[in-house]
Structures are given as C-alpha cells and as structure tokens.
C-alpha cells in the first residue's frame, strides 16, 4: 500500500531565505507525485507534478522538486520565500488513488 | 472554463441532523472526490465517484455516503451528525486516470453543534 509522510507539520524560515519541505513516500509500483498548497481559507491548488522524465520538476511561484527514486524522497523547495508563500503544503502520491500527507504549515518569519 | 463549484460554503447544523453538500466539477472531468480537512487528521480520503460509480472509498462510517449524476456533478451526505464530523469538506474533480492532478472547491465549511 502506499503511504505519504511529511516529516515537518511546521517550518519558520525567514523571509527571502531558502526553504525545503520534506516528503517521503512508500509504493510498491511507479506512481506519480503531487505538491499541492493551501492558502487560508480556500482549496488545494497544484504546484507541481512529477510524471516520469526530468527528475528535477519546476512549477507556480517559483518552486521546484526532486525526485530520489532511491531515497523514495520529493522534497519541495524555494531558494527565496516571500510572505504571500505563507500556507500550508501537502504532498501527495497516486497510482490508482491518490493520497496526501499530512501537510507542512510554512511560516513566513518578518 | 470554470472551476470546481461547492454548496454551500458554510452550514452549522445540530447533532442527530443530517446534511448534504454539492459539488459540481469542471466540465468535462468525470471523477470526484471527496475530502474531510480537521486541524487533528488533517486531509482524509471519504470517496471518489467516477461516471456515477463509486470506485474507491476511504475508511469512514456508513453515515457518510454520496452519490454522482449523469453530469458528474455529486453530493454527499452525512447522516446523524456528531460534533466529531465539524470539518471543511474540500471536493476535488479529475480526468480519473492516475497521473491528472485534481482540481480543489473551496470546500464546505460545516459546524455541528
């Protein structure tokens, strides 16, 4: 079975500094990797997918992650975070369902 | 083309009440799925529903259930509600296969007291 863990559920990083949210997953068979986020009050919106290919997947708002097939790892990172990147970030990994962790609130420091 | 739709956007309810909230998904996508957010359990899996068939279904209590209609817009009720079920229910929709990304409603907010 699959499973999803993000090893923070918060991170304080300070404004304009570089951050990585953490995510291992476990399956037994290919699957294809999510990072999604959550601003206050609203829905989850995609930041990024990772399907096959390039290792290294670019998405919205200057994010970005990588794929370690052998560390079965999809960390998120931003090499410069602002405060509109205040929210709350979930990974997510699917092969016949999809199944999200269990988030990473990241806290912009002033 | 219009996003994910969710009605209503906030209910408060009493216990031993029942509910229903809609969800109507982008044009076109055939599969909807349902999602439980509390600050404790965070995101949890209840249903997906794909061309009026439930095709998979997380690990709640047969008070909630849901349905999906020929246009693939869906419901799900909950049925003797607890103060335990005060949640945002976030529905998504998608193409259905493995791979498409799902697009979020802005959820339901529902309060039981």
């Known amino acids: 079975a699959q499973s999803v863990t993000q090893l923070d559920s918060q991170v304080p990083v300070f404004e304009e500094a570089p951050v990585e949210l953490r995510c291992n997953y476990s399956?037994?068979?290919?699957?294809?990797l999510f990072w999604y986020v959550q601003y206050p009050n609203q829905g989850l919106q995609l930041l990024l997918k990772?399907?096959?290919?390039?290792?290294l997947v670019k998405g919205i708002n200057g994010f970005e992650a990588e794929f370690n097939k052998s560390q079965t790892s999809f960390h998120l990172r931003k090499p410069s975070v602002h405060i509109s990147d205040t929210a709350e970030y979930f990974c997510?990994?699917?092969?016949?369902?999809?199944?999200f962790g269990k988030g990473t609130r990241l806290h912009i420091l002033p | 083309k219009a996003g994910v739709t969710q009605t209503p956007r906030y209910l408060i309810k009493t216990r031993g009440q029942q509910v229903t909230l809609s969800c109507s998904p982008i044009?076109?996508?055939?599969?909807v799925s349902w999602y439980q957010q509390t600050p404790g359990q965070g995101l949890q899996f209840l249903f997906e529903?794909?061309?009026?068939?439930?095709?998979n279904k997380g690990n709640f209590p047969g008070r909630f259930s849901g349905r999906q209609f020929s246009n693939s817009r869906s419901e799900m009720n909950v049925s003797t509600l607890e103060l335990g079920d005060s949640a945002l229910y976030l529905c998504?929709?998608?193409?259905?296969?493995?791979?498409?990304?799902?697009?979020f409603g802005p959820g339901t907010r529902l309060t039981v007291t």
């Open positions: 399956s037994s068979v290919s699957v294809y």
């Open positions: 044009s076109g996508h055939r599969s």
């Open positions: 997510a990994v699917s092969d016949d369902k999809i199944i």
């Open positions: 998504a929709s998608s193409l259905g296969r493995p791979g498409y990304e799902q697009y």
């Open positions: 529903y794909f061309s009026e068939t439930q095709r």
């Open positions: 990772y399907l096959s290919g390039s290792t």
